[in-house]
């Protein structure tokens, strides 16, 4: 577990891991209308059962000097418009990781590596 984030405040430091970064990342992605799973096989149905807990499966970030980089990758489901699910991703990752850490999110690179055909 890498800590890039580090800051002083006047009674100690904040450190941040990579992986928080990377679950807030992945919880609010698997939010989205649309999205079935991140890449990591991370269903929806999955993430009751698990209490959102191992998000960061199919989510990479990079974070230097309090910048953000996040690429995700996810399958989308069926008859779902990929560029309208992909902006609602990118707009909700950025959102949930700004307010959480404080962290400035500069780029948010969705995947799409498959589409689900059928419902459950």
Known sequence: MEERLNEQT????????????????????????????????ISKELVSKLGKKNLANGVKVDIDKGAVKVYISVEVEYGNSIKK?????????????ENMTGLTVKVVNVVVSGIKLEKN
């Open 10 to 41: 006047t009674i100690g430091n904040i450190s941040i891991a990579d992986d928080v970064v990377a679950s807030i990342a992945g919880i609010a992605a698997i939010e989205v209308k649309g999205v079935s799973k991140l890449t990591g096989n």
């Open 85 to 97: 699910v992909s902006e609602e991703i990118q707009a909700k990752v950025k959102q949930s990781v």
